[in-house]
């Protein structure tokens, strides 16, 4: 049986299409012919096994539906509802909310209106196997992520997503589509005595723990390689044992690894590339300048035969391939149907964008599958043998955006911090925090990429968030500005 005929029945394909049905029936019963409406269903199962200390500790799997509607009367007084009941008193309900939250609005000059009947592309589907994967199937994603760590300590969990999307509105739109995803993201944790010295840590330091990382994301489960990526949390944690370096606070030039890689490019897409940044004046984007290094390429890319995205976005909009940056030089921002409008006039030669599915209402429109394209600088331990003095930074957390107009952001390294001399790695330097602004680090001359792409997960969550991918290769940098957790 396919992923598609899984998801036909009273909660799948059929049973979407025919609650957005009864929900727009139910609009023009309660409203009248005059109610413009678009109303989503939202069938997610995330299905999860966490491990820690070696050892699962976790299975679970949720199930839920939620049906979402947008009503718009009197040329443009609008409402947005959400439930997760599908009953019909519990859909009327819904209807009766938006309607009566509309009456009270204040009339929205700017309103859109709707996308009306069109048809979303194929996409890249989704994946049988892992629609249909189990606990069984997980659970040996974590035994090969555990053995291959070679006997260090592990956390971690092993994730299978499938999201199944109906939408209609009542100027004729009708689609649906299903996606599917795999994450496995872990850690392995050296301690002093896996390291063979009792007081292996920096500085000597017996209650020493270091954490290296392992993480990846696909559209089929199939497509993991878990091994691999505890033997690298393996290694990157045991290069972790040895004495810390000495680190002044300033510049450095910096490699970064994809998973550090992944933030900045986040980053990015949600401030200075969302249309929203764009029309409020928030976004320091330079559409048609040479802003970025020429060895820059960004994509929103959701048809790609790799790709875990659906087929269109929160608003209907069909999904295409969209050059965000090329060569360095910005061509689009991501849009959703408002931004767009409001963009006509002042970039009439912006191309047509379809934002992420689930995030516009909240965040503004953000791509739902970035790629930056891999450039022709090797691996991460090529770009760090061209290092003179700088830092390997192996991931990012905890990053917070300072100024948008700059795209400045703060955050703290993790999971391995290194000093490169003379493209070597010497020793760890332990955490540190850096105050950077990211569109200032990859300015021209400033930029080599590495040819080592990797799909990376996005989010644990629910929501069409907790099923995408972001692509990305490894960078180096000629500056990255540390302010913290290293001497003065």
Known sequence: MSAEQQHRGPDGL??????????????????????????????????????????????????????????????????????????TMALAELVTAALAAARLSPRDAAWPGLSGPGSAPAGAGPDDATAAAGPAERAALVAAFVEAAGGLETAGYAQTTVLTSAIADTAGLHASATSTGAVVDGIARALPAAAGDAAAGPSGDPSFRADGVGRAAARALADLDPAALGARAARRALAQAAPAQPLRRGELPVVLE?????????????????????????SGVRLGEQQLDPALTLLDDPLAPGSTALPFDVEGTPARRTELVRDGVPRAVTTDRRTAAALRGSHPQLPATAGAHDASDTWGPVAQAPVLSPGGSGSVDDLVAGLEHGLLVCDLWYTRLAEAKRSVWTGLTRNGTFLVRDGEVVGPVGVLRFTQSYLEALAPGAVLVGSDAEALPRALTFGAAGTARVVVPSLRLAGWNVTGGAAT
């Open 258 to 282: 994809p998973s550090a890689v992944l933030d900045v490019v986040a980053g990015l897409l949600g401030s200075t590339f969302s249309g929203r940044g764009l029309v409020e004046g928030t």
């Open 14 to 87: 059929d049973g979407l299409d025919a609650v957005t049905e009864r929900v727009l029936d139910e609009v023009r019963r309660q409203g009248g012919s005059g109610v413009e409406a678009t109303t989503r269903a939202d069938l997610h199962r995330l299905a999860l096994t966490r491990f820690a200390g070696s050892g699962i500790h976790q299975n679970t799997e949720d199930e839920r539906t939620t049906v979402h509607l947008r009503v718009a009367l009197d040329g443009g007084r609008s409402a947005s509802v959400s439930t997760t009941r599908t009953t």
